[in-house]
């Protein structure tokens, strides 16, 4: 995907979000991501976008219009945005995604990235580098890193049931 950081934006301040790398704690985001993350077309259905994350096993995907980066959609927002409010699956999928992004360098440490999802109730971000995105990191790639003996360690790496 060809995105430059200027995509990924708050809700706030409509800047960039991204993270500067600082002293290492737990290793770097570019350490715990999920490389080459998955994406789909903002004028893809619903249907199409449901059926990438079951066949990719993958719960979010990066949604681009443009050639941009706009938003994330989860299988959630499936759900609650479009099938509970009656949205079909022939229907375009951008509409139901979240586009206030905030995203984070893939040179920052672990802590920038737990601080970012905690200001902004987020539970993925896009991972940058040199203003493109190279992968996703999400709330259980950062329990993986604190405690790979934990519960949600072990949840986060499971393999999905189907």
Do not use: F, W
Not at 28 to 46: E, H, K, L, W
Not at 109 to 118: C, F, I, K, S, Y
């Amino acid at each position: 995907m060809d995105n430059k950081p200027s995509d990924i934006l708050t809700p706030d301040a409509g800047g960039p979000a991204t993270a500067e790398a600082g002293p290492a704690q737990r290793g770097t985001i570019g350490d715990i991501m999920t490389p080459a993350p998955v994406g789909v077309y903002y004028s893809q259905t619903i249907g199409e976008t449901a059926r990438i994350m079951r066949d990719t096993q993958v719960g979010a995907l990066l949604v681009v219009k443009d050639g941009q980066l706009v938003g994330v959609v989860t299988d959630r927002d499936l759900v609650l945005r479009g099938l509970a409010e009656g949205v079909g699956p022939d229907s375009p999928v951008g509409p139901l995604c979240t586009g206030d992004l905030v995203g984070v360098a893939a040179d920052a440490d672990v802590g920038q990235a737990e601080r970012l999802m905690r200001e902004h109730a987020v539970r993925r971000l896009p991972v940058l580098d040199d203003g493109q995105v190279v992968g996703i990191v999400s709330l259980g790639d950062l329990a993986v890193s604190v405690n790979a003996d934990s519960p949600l360690a072990a949840v986060s790496r499971a393999q999905p049931s189907t």
